[in-house]
């Protein structure tokens, strides 16, 4: 079992450029969360799928924020345009189980925006 | 206003003390999870607990689920160097699958 997989493990780009953060799933898992994590927010759940569908996007922050999953074993993160307080890290979250609350993480994409 | 109030922020000691932190919160919660975070890594899953008053341990470490499941608290005992991380813990009100973090607990156990 791989995990959950994440790219880009680091990015650094400029105010302005669109970002595209990428998660494979556990296969089989049914439930794919998206947060972010910031020395004065912590962990905050950005947006989360079962079965490839969103079910709550009321912590995506702006627009600017958009997510999808297009298969159970895909999704990706966008922002654009991005801006210098998107710096954070951000982790994808997959749990074989709908609502069981047990998430197994990936080791999360570092976004740096200048 | 944090859903989930976790105690303390920070924890310095030396190897071999006993500690506990704590996770608190006025919400009642269906399942609440405690996690452990090492640098550069995500957050790895240490247990679950479901029901009020429930005591799980592994290991060195007990978990303890409050009766009327608004709080719990983590107890290691004989702390290792190799326990050093930040300790999170997590809830969900219903079983929807949306949990919600608290700020985290960073532990440092010093050799």
């Known amino acids: 079992d791989a995990g959950v997989i994440q790219s880009p493990r680091h990015e650094v780009t400029e105010m302005g450029q669109e970002v595209t953060l990428r998660c494979k799933p556990i296969?089989?898992?049914?439930?794919l969360f998206w947060y972010r994590q910031t020395m004065m927010r912590g962990l905050e759940l950005l947006i989360y799928f079962n079965n490839n569908v969103p079910i709550d996007d009321s912590g995506m922050p702006e627009d600017r924020f958009s997510a999808k999953m297009p298969n159970a074993s895909f999704s990706t993160l966008k922002i654009q345009p991005s801006e210098p307080r998107d710096s954070a890290v951000y982790f994808c979250?997959?749990?074989?189980?709908?609502?069981?609350?047990?998430?197994?993480f990936g080791a999360g994409s570092r976004l740096t925006v200048l | 206003t944090q859903l989930l109030e976790q105690s303390p922020q920070f924890l310095s000691i030396q190897e071999g003390e006993n500690l506990t932190v704590y996770c608190n919160s006025s919400?009642?919660?269906?399942?609440l999870q405690w996690y452990r975070q090492e640098p550069g890594e995500g957050p790895v899953l240490l247990v679950t607990v479901v029901t009020g008053g429930e005591v799980k341990k592994l290991k060195r470490l007990t978990f303890q689920f409050g009766d009327a499941r608004k709080d719990s608290s983590l107890h290691i005992t004989a702390a290792q160097p190799g326990d050093t991380g930040l300790y999170l813990c997590a809830g969900a009100r219903t079983n929807a699958g949306k949990s919600t973090f608290g700020d985290g607990t960073t532990l440092t156990v010093k050799p």
């Open positions: 979250a997959s749990s074989r189980v709908v609502g069981a609350n047990v998430l197994t």
């Open positions: 296969s089989g898992h049914n439930s």
């Open positions: 919400s009642v919660f269906s399942s």
